[in-house]
């Protein structure tokens, strides 16, 4: 059975190995695949994997040997999954990989905007303590996050934990879901439609998914309706947010800053807005990236694979 990863290099640059993978058929690892070079590496694959290499209906029904796909990633948009589908290709994904992680990663983008600890330390590096006549200084206002609300936008695995992190930083919670599930043991929590959450919200986080009523969700109209004293989170992805809009709400003072962790379009231009945004904090898509979280990520591709080749496909986002 011929294996062919299109581009391993996110989920494993070095530090994890390929062997549990090598053990269900012949393996073939590339770090990287240009859109051009996709059929030529895949002729005569049984499987492939991608994680955000494009594979299209075009290559789908030219690749006549090809029995199953794997995303290594929860997100699966990058496959034509209709089209595999017409042709009995299994397609599946890994889902609940990164709940800890993106929760966590979460919480990191707010603590810094909260405290700006980078910032903080740089200047002190760069002289500004030793050359105070103070014993403590501060550069941006600091924030207790104790008694403030953070609106959740998206109440899935994600949200929750990020919940969980909140209660556990004495915050009240506000959330909107497609399905509201019981909340009852969480005695700082309502549910509430959009407009109320942005309203009433200090923090506001995204954990939606990218859908197209989903898409472009942040916009100017909605940023009108936060507090001026609010902040955004977004580690879903980067379409929910009209970025041109938000670094006009940031620029404009409309909210009071912004850290994401995705961007519409990855890697981004320099052209984009939220370059020239004040008080944003951009990091690289980096929530996932834990190595904890992309161990468990290629234990889930391999036991997809696994599972499939014994006649009991799971996680299947094709059926």
């Known amino acids: ?4 990863v299109l581009d391993g290099f996110a989920l494993n640059p070095g530090d994890l190995c390929w062997s ?11 770090d990287r695949t240009p859109v051009g070079l996709v059929l030529e590496r895949s002729a005569g694959a049984d499987i492939i994997f991608t994680n955000k290499t494009p594979v299209s209906a075009d290559m789908i029904n030219q690749l006549n040997t090809l029995k199953f796909i794997g995303v290594l990633a929860t997100g699966y948009n990058v496959v034509d999954v209709q089209a595999a589908k017409k042709r009995n290709i299994i397609v599946s994904n890994v889902p609940g990989y990164g709940t800890t992680s993106v929760a966590q990663f979460t919480f990191a983008l707010l603590l810094e905007l909260c405290h700006r600890v980078q910032k ?17 200084y501060w550069n941006s206002p600091l924030i ?5 609300t953070i609106g959740i936008i998206g109440f899935g695995d994600i949200g929750g934990r990020v919940g969980d992190l909140a209660t556990a930083f004495e915050m009240n919670i506000i959330a909107t879901s497609r399905r509201e599930t019981g909340q009852g043991h969480r005695q700082n929590f309502k549910w509430a439609d959009l407009d109320t959450l942005l309203a009433e919200s200090d923090v506001v986080s995204l954990h939606c998914p990218l859908l197209p009523e989903t898409t472009g969700l942040i916009n100017a109209e909605r940023l009108k309706r936060m507090k ?6 977004n580690t879903s992805r980067g379409p929910l947010i009209v970025e041109e809009e938000l670094a006009a709400a940031l620029n404009g003072e409309i909210i009071a800053g912004a850290a994401v962790d995705v961007l519409s ?3 981004p231009s320099f052209e984009n807005p939220l370059f020239k945004a004040k008080n944003c904090i951009i990091t690289p898509h980096i929530a996932w990236a834990t190595k904890e979280a992309r161990q468990r990520l290629m234990g889930i591709a391999v036991n997809n694979l696994s599972e ?3 006649g009991r496909p799971i996680n299947i986002v094709n059926p």
Request: aromatic share 12%.
């Open 1 to 4: 059975m011929k294996i062919v």
């Open 20 to 30: 549990k993978l090598e053990e269900l058929g012949s393996l073939t690892v590339y």
């Open 120 to 136: 903080h330390s740089d200047s002190v590096f760069q002289g500004r303590w030793s050359k105070s006549h103070d014993f403590s």
């Open 144 to 148: 207790e996050l104790a008694g403030k």
């Open 228 to 233: 001026s004293s609010a902040f955004l989170l």
């Open 265 to 267: 379009i990855e890697p």
């Open 308 to 310: 499939f080749i014994h």
